[in-house]
C-alpha cells in the first residue's frame, strides 16, 4: 500500500529541510526570552548544550549505527570525548 502525502506536508517538510539550524536555534531562544516573563535566566549556556547536545548524539550515533569512531569523526572530537558525553547523557553505560 502506498500512502501519498498531502500537500501541506510536503510543504511542512520542504520548510523545515530549507530553514538553516540556525533559524531554529534562533527562534527557540526568541520563544524562551519571551516566556521568561521578565525573569532573568541562569546558566543558559550550560541549559543550551544540554538541550542541544543529546540529541545531537542520539542522532549521530543512531546514523552510525553505534559506531562510536565514525560518531567521533563526524562530530570531529575525539572518542574519549565521545564516550565521555555518552556517559553524562546515560547514552552507555
Not at 538553516?20 to 543558559?44: C, I, M, V, W
Not at 540529541?55 to 559506531?67: D, E, H, Q, S
Not at 565514525?70 to 565521555?84: M, Q
Amino acid at each position: 500500500m502506498v500512502v501519498k502525502k498531502s500537500k501541506k506536508q510536503k510543504q511542512l517538510k520542504s520548510t523545515i529541510i530549507s530553514k538553516p539550524l540556525r533559524k531554529h536555534t534562533e527562534e527557540a531562544l526568541g520563544q524562551y526570552f519571551a516566556s521568561l516573563n521578565g525573569e532573568r535566566p541562569f546558566d543558559l549556556y550550560g541549559l543550551v548544550l544540554g538541550e542541544v547536545e543529546e540529541p545531537l548524539f542520539k542522532a549521530v550515533m543512531a546514523y552510525t549505527g553505534g559506531n562510536q569512531s565514525e560518531a567521533a569523526g563526524i562530530l570531529g572530537i575525539n572518542r574519549g570525548t565521545l564516550r565521555k558525553k555518552l556517559k553524562t547523557y546515560s547514552l552507555i553505560q
